[in-house]
């Protein structure tokens, strides 16, 4: 199994796990697409890694170089002494150089064919990312749409449920009024027959009678007592007039 192999598992299971415990499609949605993009930027950490690594043994074979090509133009300088032996030492010590230059070549190859194949995977890993987001955009589009649409008719319903109410308040109202309108049709007939008319003349001439006979009796009541009221303060006037008249006398 490949990388990317790995890593879409990887995004399967946990966009599952995630998905069961959220409720907005587009929140899953989004955090596949980070989780993704995290990937993707550790593959080009990755990438960049091994491009350093290739460009630290490139310089390092380049130092190594530079000593073989010195080594060289010592052992010339050697011979043109007469020097042969220390020629040859150099040229000894070349030998050496060589074989980690050979080591440094394919270790260089190699990183440089696993710098390619990563190169390779970012590019069709970031082409499917891509084209996920795109997907994505478009599922919260039909996803927010969906759930606007479910918001009207919500609303519809609740304004079809209050227009159920409406119309039965309506029709209790109506009832009512029919009642009302049935009861004063019954009271004129009853009026125009004269069985209405007849009792309530009579009942309301017993009561206005007897109101005023209650009125009058008060009133008599009311006269009476004002009457004693007055004829005692006249005979207590008279009473203190006759003792002055027989005070006066014997005060003089």
């Not at 899953?28 to 091994?50: C, F, G, P, T």
């Not at 009476?224 to 003792?243: P, V, W, Y």
Request: proline fraction near 1%.
């Amino acid at each position: 199994m490949g990388i990317f192999s790995r890593f879409m598992n990887f995004l399967r299971i946990r966009t599952s796990a995630v998905l069961d415990k959220a409720e907005d499609p587009g929140q899953v949605m989004d955090y596949s697409y980070n989780k993704q993009l995290e990937q993707l930027q550790q593959l080009r950490r990755s990438i960049a890694d091994v491009v350093t690594q290739e460009k630290r043994l490139e310089l390092q074979q380049s130092q190594i170089l530079e000593k073989s090509n010195k080594i060289d133009s010592q052992a010339q300088q050697a011979l043109l002494a007469g020097r042969e032996d220390l020629a040859r030492m150099a040229l000894q010590r070349k030998e050496t150089l060589v074989i980690q230059l050979n080591g440094y070549e394919q270790q260089i190859a190699q990183l440089h064919a696993q710098e390619e194949r990563l190169v390779t995977m970012e590019r069709n890993v970031s082409a499917r990312i891509e084209m996920f987001r795109t997907q994505k955009e478009m599922v919260k589009a039909q996803y927010n749409a969906a759930q606007a649409q479910v918001k009207i008719n919500e609303t519809v319903t609740g304004i079809s449920e209050e227009m159920s109410e409406m119309n039965l308040a309506m029709q209790r109202a109506q009832e009512k009024v029919l009642n009302m309108q049935a009861r004063a049709n019954a009271m004129d007939s009853m009026i125009e027959q004269g069985t209405l008319g007849e009792q309530g003349l009579l009942g309301a001439g017993s009561g206005d009678s007897l109101d005023r006979e209650l009125q009058q009796i008060a009133a008599q009541q009311n006269v009476e007592a004002q009457l004693q009221a007055m004829k005692q303060q006249l005979r207590l006037g008279g009473s203190n007039a006759q003792q002055r008249q027989i005070e006066g006398p014997a005060t003089e």
